[in-house]
């Protein structure tokens, strides 16, 4: 039966109805025909869609979130300032020096005799931070070509220190690096930035003060934390978006000597570093103190 069969029915009660359905629905057809309410029709569409997307995050549970923001509650009894080479030297190199033999004959056509390319390497609050600690060990996250690691071993051994400085790097830069003016030549997919971060180091006679932990800043920093290595000063200099900052921090500050030992790094100007600084700060009850372009907690 269609509308207008109805229409010439007579009336009853349940007709009486079905007309006042029919006025209803010609007055919301009207009312949709208008512009105003198809702004207001999107807007509640769009809410709609917004609260059924978000769904999963206003699902997550402290607990998911608590697991987000563990890292291990305790690193290995704490070895000796002067046992930490040695320890690096058994743990990874088979127990003997990384140095020795270097550079071995095939690389040495292929590296510079120095090349120190860094970013913000000298800047003053290594000095700062050497003269008011006086670390016997040092951890750098993020060594790169070794700037700032032969830096501070200048300074340590300018104040007599014994200090030796563990240097993290995966010593591939990053996808696609290439040094436009002055590039290594890759061998066989190998940028060769382990060779000349030793010859570097080697350059500045140094490699009695510095070894390096030549795999990610998460595996090595996992390592120094199981032996006990832990650094006086702990320097995160890695990547630079915030998931890698926060990882970095997070671990960095397991192998960090407490009470007297500082934590710091560089690129606060970066918005990922800026904000894992600032939570884990919160986090922790540190304040922020800013050197040129690097963070400092204390
Ligand atoms: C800015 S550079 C370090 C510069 C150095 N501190 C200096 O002042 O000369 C960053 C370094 O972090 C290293 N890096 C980045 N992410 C890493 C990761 N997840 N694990 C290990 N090394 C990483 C890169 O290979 C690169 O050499
Ligand atoms: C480790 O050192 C031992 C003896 O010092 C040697 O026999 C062995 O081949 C070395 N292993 C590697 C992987 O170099
Ligand atoms: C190199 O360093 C060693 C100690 O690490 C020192 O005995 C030596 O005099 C230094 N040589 C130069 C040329 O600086």
């Not at 006086?134 to 750098?140: F, G, L, Q, S, V």
């Not at 919160?282 to 400092?296: A, K, N, P, S, T």
Request: glycine content about 8%; overall charge negative.
């Amino acid at each position: 039966m269609n509308s207008e069969d109805r229409e010439q029915q007579p009336l009853s009660p349940a007709h009486h109805h079905l007309r006042r359905r029919n006025n209803y629905m010609k007055r919301v057809e009207a009312a949709v025909s208008k512009p105003k309410a198809y702004v207001v029709l999107l807007i509640a569409v769009f809410i709609l869609g917004y609260l059924s997307h978000s769904h999963p995050l206003l699902s997550q549970t402290a607990s998911d979130v608590h697991e987000h923001n563990s890292f291990p509650e305790e690193c290995g009894q704490p070895v000796h300032h002067r046992d930490v080479r040695r320890t690096i030297e058994e743990r990874v190199f088979n127990g003997s020096s990384p140095w020795a033999g270097f550079p071995p004959e095939h690389v040495k056509p292929l590296l510079w005799q120095e090349w120190n390319k860094g970013w913000g390497s000298n800047a003053a609050v290594f000095e700062h931070l050497i003269d008011q600690v006086r670390p016997k060990t040092i951890i750098e996250v993020g060594t790169f070509l070794g700037a700032s690691a032969t830096h501070m071993a200048a300074l340590t051994k300018k104040l007599g220190l014994e200090t030796q400085i563990v240097c993290i790097d995966d010593f591939r830069g990053w996808p696609g690096y290439y040094d436009e003016e002055k590039s290594l030549k890759m061998v066989n997919g190998d940028s060769l930035l382990m060779y000349q971060f030793m010859q570097n180091v080697v350059k500045a006679n140094a490699s009695e003060s510095i070894i390096m932990l030549p795999f990610s800043a998460a595996t090595a920093l996992g390592g120094l934390c199981d032996w006990g290595v832990y650094g006086d000063l702990v320097e995160v200099d890695a990547a630079h978006d915030f998931h890698s900052a926060w990882v970095d921090i997070n671990h960095a500050f397991k192998v960090l000597k407490r009470p007297r030992g500082v934590l710091f790094g560089h690129d606060y100007a970066w918005e990922g570093v800026r904000k894992a600084v600032h939570i884990f700060a919160r986090l922790h009850g540190f304040q922020v103190r800013i050197d040129g372009e690097h963070w400092i907690l204390y």
